[in-house]
């Protein structure tokens, strides 16, 4: 469990529906430019500056992580260990210096930027998979079984999943990229859990719901039909702000040396390799550091924007 | 008032029973056994005394049990390991370390965390809201363990002004602590700038002003105070955030601390001892929790009804 990547979550979560905007300013007569949901989200979103240059970065980061390690001159895994080369300064042959086999450090920075990343948008997913799951069964339902629900969220909500992350990796064993999921998921859905109840709770009460359960429509029909659809913008706005989280979960444990099992190594893996030597070569900490701090912070800003442009009521209290 | 109390006080106790039992379950199937470890072969006679005497061959609802009745009273049993130690001991000796890094993160947290939001909302879009707000979004996103690092690098190798690891005086106390402070400060600073802004909107400050009152006092005492009521809820989070944050900076800067040895322990399989720190840690959140809760519902009665 992490922070939530906004303050403005801890005053209250968003569970606006998002069809507000959805045909707003059509009017009779000559047909017209269809106000569409995403289009109006996407015209928002673009007009933030903070949020566009974040994205830019993140797309530009998540490009080079999967297109220089083909491109590279450099076989991380297969060239020759070569400790006349090790730790060497950034030169044009290395633009980011090498590690301690003599290494090039931006490959390897690609590498474990791939990795980081694939385990934080796999966490992600599965966070909110669980999410999904169990907040509509709630929402759904409600009732009874929402209480009992939401009773047991609340006696999970807050616990750190750090010692529990670290009793799952013990239990299963081995450490790889499934495994560091698992663990990092295990402790971590509570909030997207909630999110996606209040949301379904909020859209249950709609007329186009009860039309559909007034004509007959069986209750999976209403729930994948109409309910889940429309969660969907919240949806994306969790995937960024959970994402951050697991990043940092991620390269907390790999850097206490419970990460994915070399050769591999993520972003956290890197940087334990160079807290042995930040005495001398505080460059080799750093850059990995670095790298998930910009990845963390663009995920942040791409957040914010999203929330801002997918439900314009909660800019309002912030612009006065 | 009471009844809220009352009610949230004895809801705490299923919720400990929970935490105890999904540690209990989790903890159960970890492959492997302390007695079992191949370096150290023990025969089959003595293994089965030693398991009869941690109650390992009993079944699991009874070993549940046992435990329960052993956290109630305050015994959390021998260390699988090391044989000649409590439970208890390990957490009294390791855990005050622990509980005053993550304090000390606290001070620093609420002491500048809370002035930076302050000004940053009293001087909206100004540079100081700017700068103020850039600092908090990167002190929110930099991982501790870069931040801990850097001052490690510059403040105890490159100037010598305080030690790079330990837990002895003071001086030993102010880098982990600020280092494990910053995100902390961050999220106070943008939650309670959030906070002032709304607050500042509201009809009583515009009441107070146009009764005459100086904006100092309006500030102080009509707009801070309110401001800072959802900084309360905040609090669990980030307590679940601070504990994180004692596994990373307790290795780094090699404080004995409770986080640190429940890594060790990990790795040697001293059940006792991971579930008891497990435990623990989830014992502290979930009081705090309802502590945060209690408090809220004194100072906004409006939630009294909502929460239990």
């Not at chain 2, 995100?183 to 009441?207: C, H, K, N, W």
Request: charged letters at 15%; a positive charge; glycine letters at 8%.
């Amino acid at each position: 469990m992490t922070l939530p990547a906004n303050p403005r979550d801890a005053v209250a979560t968003g569970t606006a529906a998002p069809d507000v905007v959805a045909g707003a300013g059509a009017q009779a007569g000559a047909p017209i430019e269809q106000a569409n949901l995403w289009r109006d989200a996407w015209r928002r979103y673009i007009q933030n500056r903070g949020a566009v240059v974040a994205g830019a970065i993140f797309v530009a980061f998540v490009a080079f992580c999967v297109i220089w390690p083909i491109i590279t001159p450099y076989d991380i895994h297969n060239d020759p260990v070569n400790f006349s080369q090790a730790y060497e300064g950034p030169s044009l042959k290395h633009p980011l210096g090498t590690d301690k086999l003599g290494k090039d450090l931006l490959t390897k920075l690609a590498l474990g930027g791939r990795i980081s990343i694939a385990i934080g948008i796999g966490a992600t997913l599965t966070i909110l998979l669980i999410g999904v799951v169990y907040g509509s069964i709630a929402g759904f339902a409600g009732g009874r079984l929402d209480n009992i629900q939401m009773r047991l969220l609340d006696a999970l909500y807050g616990l750190p999943y750090l010692p529990f992350a670290i009793i799952v990796l013990a239990i299963i064993g081995t450490n790889n990229l499934w495994t560091m999921v698992i663990a990092l998921s295990i402790a971590s859905w509570f909030t997207a859990a909630r999110i996606v109840r209040g949301q379904i709770i909020t859209l249950k009460e709609n007329d186009y719901v009860r039309a559909a359960k007034a004509v007959g429509a069986r209750w999976y029909r209403v729930l994948t039909r109409h309910l889940l659809p429309n969660t969907l913008g919240i949806l994306i706005i969790a995937i960024f702000l959970e994402l951050p989280g697991v990043i940092l979960g991620e390269a907390f444990l790999s850097f206490i040396g419970l990460g994915i099992s070399p050769p591999d190594a993520s972003l956290g893996s890197m940087a334990q390799e160079g807290r042995e030597v930040y005495r001398v070569h505080p460059n080799v900490i750093a850059i990995p550091s670095i790298a998930i701090a910009v990845l963390v912070l663009c995920a942040n800003f791409i957040a914010d924007g999203m929330r801002d442009a997918l439900d314009p009521r909660t800019r309002e209290t912030k612009e006065h | 008032m009471t009844a809220f109390i009352i009610r949230r006080l004895l809801w705490t106790i299923p919720v400990l029973l929970l935490v105890i039992l999904l540690t209990f379950v989790l903890m159960r199937q970890i492959e492997g056994n302390p007695f079992r470890r191949s370096s150290r072969a023990v025969s089959p006679a003595v293994q089965q005394n030693l398991e009869r005497k941690f109650n390992l061959d009993e079944p699991w609802y009874v070993q549940y049990a046992l435990y329960v009745k052993g956290v109630f009273t305050f015994d959390l049993g021998p260390s699988l390991v090391t044989r000649d130690r409590t439970v208890n001991d390990i957490i009294k000796e390791h855990f005050p370390k622990s509980l005053e890094l993550g304090l000390l993160a606290f001070v620093w947290a609420i002491a500048l965390g809370i002035p930076m939001g302050v000004i940053a909302a009293l001087r909206q879009n100004s540079a100081y809201d700017y700068g103020l707000m850039f600092f908090s979004n990167v002190g929110y996103a930099v991982p501790s363990f870069l931040v801990a690092t850097l001052l490690i690098y510059y403040v105890s190798l490159k100037a010598g002004l305080l030690p790079t690891n330990g837990w002895i005086n003071w001086k030993y106390k102010i880098l982990p602590s600020f280092a494990l402070g910053l995100a902390p400060m961050a999220y106070f600073a943008r939650l309670v700038r959030g906070s002032m802004l709304e607050t500042l909107q509201q009809d009583y400050i515009r009441t107070a002003k146009a009764k005459g009152l100086r904006w100092r006092r309006i500030v102080t005492v009509h707009a801070l105070r309110n401001s800072l009521i959802p900084a309360v809820t905040a609090v669990a989070p980030l307590l679940g955030f601070i504990i994180t944050g004692t596994f990373v900076i307790e290795v780094i800067f090699s404080i004995p601390g409770i986080g640190r040895y429940f890594i060790t322990a990990v790795s040697s399989r001293d059940y006792s001892v991971v579930m008891g720190i497990t435990v623990l840690t989830s014992f502290v959140i979930v009081i705090a929790n309802m502590i945060v809760d209690i408090l809220y519902g004194i100072l906004d009665p409006r939630t009294r009804d909502a929460r239990t």
